[in-house]
């Protein structure tokens, strides 16, 4: 064969084969990622669906009505995008729904003033307007306990102790500083994070002995409201969910769950301001009387199963290897779900929409999750896992994968508030280092680049990383997360930075596309 003959038959041959045609393994699409900067700043419409999920939906109570408002548009969205097979998917019974209708409280007495306060969820209704004393229930010791039986009944009772409130010198929000930054970027990995609970000292059952014979004597004896100091302080208050009590040696995994269909009846809780618990405590310890009054109506309902929102866009030659995207649809219901997580729904959404918008043909599928129960326990996720991916291993035993497991690729998460991507939590994962080194080098920018083999947890990526699939969440700037939004009532559209849900909805969308492109799916550790 002629030389120049075989040259340029190789050419073809090389052009057939060229990365345009199957990338490398850690191939870089600069053009795409401008195309996905230019669609996601000039045409973004993350703060769009933000606002939705929480102005119009509300605050996303798991299996509550607005959880499945939400749950049923963004599926709606996603159709609209031309996202495939998006749908509602069930996973497995809840228990009750709950529904604040309408609330308020007031102090009567020794003045009027309306009492800052939240119900926490699925406490029970007052019947109407209910009035009376408050009582600060203190008692400490059994015979202390006995000076109380008979005197509760309709009764607002305290039994926490005043909150010693201090001004605050540090500011509220927050960015992470460079030098953190470059802390995490040097570190090691992260120790097992342990979450078996020992047993308690003899002191302590003591204790935990004596607040459970308190709290059974309050419903049998049928008091009004229980009142508590919520964290924080400014008038935020932090709330979640009630309790049911449980005897100290009641093992953890078995203690009933309020929102459980055969729940044992509890009476209403109430988290309090911390400012106003303070003073109503100060006024009962110097004998004045306090009376209240208050009005809690809620509505229940039988819950068939959780939902999770799943959508795809079908990958061509790896289709069967899956990419997913994720974040946590539910909310608590003080604020409407902002930072917690209508912020990292409204994120994956987003990429999602920036994905179709560029026709986009990914190697592999890549998929969306946006999960409910998360709050309970990670309880969609968990479920999605189990059901499609594999289940956990013990100390003897490793985690067991399925066929769909086998061939999963990397999941991607976002829950950590408004705040940009900064990197990447490795979860001790270093064979991915170099990976998403490069592409956040291509990136560019220079506020996104820490990449730390630190593990987080305590969100939906856990759900995966737990079965050893390559799992991750993106460090994020705390901004006002700890301090004012986290479960709290102002957990609302106002604390959103709009330019960073853009940046993270691109980098989203940037790491889903470049995952779903690679030759080789991305290493397992």
């Not at 030389?3 to 990365?19: C, D, K, Y």
């Not at 609209?80 to 228990?95: D, S």
């Not at 953890?252 to 055969?262: C, D, L, T």
């Not at 995207?325 to 409407?336: E, M």
């Amino acid at each position: 064969m002629h030389r120049l003959t075989f040259l340029l038959i190789a050419a073809l041959v090389l052009v057939e084969h060229s990365p345009a045609q199957r990338p490398r393994t850690d191939e870089v699409d600069t053009t795409v990622i401008r195309k996905m900067w230019d669609e996601g700043t000039t045409n973004s419409r993350v703060m769009d669906l933000l606002h939705y999920l929480t102005d119009v939906c509300g605050p996303r109570l798991t299996a509550s009505p607005q959880y499945m408002k939400a749950a049923t548009w963004a599926v709606g969205k996603l159709r609209e995008w031309g996202v495939a097979n998006a749908h509602l998917e069930g996973w497995g019974p809840f228990g009750r729904s709950w529904t604040l209708k309408r609330y308020w409280a007031n102090v009567v007495a020794p003045a009027v003033f309306p009492l800052l306060s939240y119900p926490r969820a699925w406490s029970p209704g007052t019947k109407g307007v209910v009035q009376g004393e408050a009582l600060y229930f203190d008692a400490a010791t059994d015979s202390a306990l006995e000076t109380f039986r008979g005197k509760l009944k309709g009764k607002f009772i305290l039994m926490n102790e005043p909150r010693q409130l201090e001004p605050a010198f540090e500011p509220r929000a927050s960015r992470i500083h460079d030098t953190t930054l470059l802390d995490m970027a040097n570190a090691d990995v992260s120790p097992p994070r342990r979450f078996r609970r020992g047993a308690l000292t003899p002191d302590g059952r003591a204790s935990a002995l004596i607040e459970y014979k308190k709290l059974l004597m309050l419903y049998q004896e049928g008091a009004a409201a229980l009142l508590a100091p919520s964290r924080g302080d400014g008038g935020t208050i932090f709330v979640q969910q009630a309790f049911v009590p449980s005897h100290p040696d009641t093992p953890f995994a078995r203690r009933p769950r309020v929102w459980e269909k055969n729940v044992a009846p509890i009476i209403p809780q109430i988290a309090v301001a911390a400012e106003h618990y303070n003073r109503l405590a100060r006024l009962l310890q110097r004998g004045e009387r306090v009376r209240i009054e208050m009005h809690l109506d809620v509505t229940f309902g039988p819950v068939d199963s959780g939902y999770n929102v799943i959508g795809e866009i079908p990958g061509s030659d790896l289709a069967d290897e899956v990419v997913m995207i994720g974040a946590h649809l539910d909310s608590w219901h003080g604020g409407t779900g902002a930072t917690d997580n209508a912020s990292g729904s409204a994120v994956c959404l987003e990429a999602m929409r920036i994905l179709r918008a560029l026709d986009l043909k990914p190697r592999r599928t890549i998929r969306i999750g946006l999960w409910g129960g998360e709050e309970q326990g990670l309880l969609g996720s968990q479920a999605y896992v189990k059901k499609y991916l594999g289940t956990r291993g013990d100390s003897t035993q490793p985690p067991t994968l399925t066929a769909q497991g086998e061939k999963f690729c990397a999941y991607f998460n976002d829950d950590n508030g408004t705040g940009r991507f900064r990197g990447v939590y490795l979860q001790g994962n270093e064979a991915v280092r170099s990976i998403f080194r490069k592409w956040l080098t291509a990136i560019g920018d220079p506020t996104a680049q820490t990449l730390t083999l630190r593990s987080t947890g305590s969100t939906d990526h856990i759900s995966f990383d737990q079965i050893g699939l390559p799992a991750f969440q993106f460090i994020q700037d705390h901004i006002e997360y700890s301090t004012l939004t986290h479960h709290s009532t102002m957990d609302v559209a106002d604390r959103i930075v709009p330019k960073d849900l853009q940046q993270s909805a691109v980098i989203m969308a940037i790491f889903a596309y470049h995952a779903a492109m690679r030759s080789e799916r991305i290493p397992r550790k």
